[in-house]
């Protein structure tokens, strides 16, 4: 699991990749609360909610990122670590941090350079690794 910043001219482009849907998600998630400014958060407290899941995996995506930038923002509140479990009905999203503007804002989450891809990774032992890729622009 992992994420990485891609150049663009004027915004941010996140791309992550992890071995299920939700570990993908979860690390575009680790990499937005890292331009919110979450290496100078400490882990005081906790906030927690849940998305419901929506008709496809783009608008899970735009939901849950969204809203994480929204609670931020109106709480405040800056993330210093985020976890995401996928539930029955949709997204649990846990992140500890502390209560204070985070440094940097992020206007939007976009649809415009969405991607979401699936493949599978064959290795020697001839079975197939499922590995989930996302990327996602923001509006700053």
Known sequence: MSYKFLEHTSDIVIQAEGGSFEDALQEVAKGM???MGSKKARKKEK???EIRQKETR????VAVLTEIVATCES???TPAAI???KTSSGFFVEM???????????KAVTYHGLKIEQNTEER???EGKERWRITVLFDI
């Open 33 to 35: 609360i890292t331009q």
């Open 47 to 49: 906030m927690a909610f």
């Open 58 to 61: 783009e608008d899970d995506v």
């Open 75 to 77: 709480e405040p509140f």
């Open 83 to 85: 976890k995401i479990k």
């Open 96 to 106: 500890s941090g502390e209560r204070k503007q985070p440094e940097n804002i992020i």
């Open 124 to 126: 020697e032992d001839k």
